[in-house]
């Protein structure tokens, strides 16, 4: 049998996590605005890391990207070059939505990114085919990006699989004036 205490304590555990979760409507206010058109549009340089989820880097990255607009959707072509000599490539076609929000496909991804802005930031959740050696794994992100200023930009990503997180990416990108 639980003990009061101990459901008491329970449920105030319960009820400080689920405070605890960041809405994109919490960024509303915030500035800059997040025009992701304007801030992908042409080239962008990205630099980041994959950490374990406790805190060991294990693979750092620099991404060469390049944005355009194409039959009222934005392509994003991303060329990844890692720590270990490995190279990657993805290419996203974003589709803004009549709600505002946006979806995103590419190769890797399974189904559609979802993702919300508001202010000065973009929430996407998504779910990608990710090569480890030579087995490939289905794990999802689930991506904050906040615009610092219009040429400036740090993403954080919490990584899971079977809804237990196994790393983290934080990924700094910088759009050229």
């Not at 060469?64 to 720590?83: Q, W």
């Not at 803004?96 to 802005?117: K, L, N």
């Amino acid at each position: 049998m639980i003990s009061i205490k101990y459901a008491l304590a329970l449920g105030a555990t319960m009820m400080l996590s689920a405070c605890a979760t960041q809405k994109i409507s919490d960024y509303a206010q915030n500035q800059p605005h997040f025009d992701v058109v304007k801030f992908f549009s042409g080239k962008t340089e990205a630099w980041g890391m994959f950490q374990k989820r406790n805190g060991e880097v294990v693979k750092r990255f620099h991404v060469n990207m390049e944005g355009r607009e194409e039959n009222g959707k934005l392509v994003l072509d991303e060329h990844f070059t890692y720590s270990d000599g490995t190279k990657q490539s993805r290419v996203w076609t974003l589709t803004a939505q009549p709600d505002g929000s946006w979806r995103g496909i590419a190769a890797d991804v399974i189904g559609q990114a979802i993702g919300h802005t508001a202010g000065n930031t973009l929430h996407w959740r998504y779910t990608v085919k990710l090569p480890v050696d030579k087995t490939t794994y289905n794990v999802q992100f689930d991506d904050w990006m906040y615009l610092v200023d219009e040429h400036t930009m740090i993403n954080r990503a919490k990584v899971t699989k079977f809804g237990f997180e196994v790393g983290q990416v934080t990924l700094f990108f910088r759009h050229p004036a």
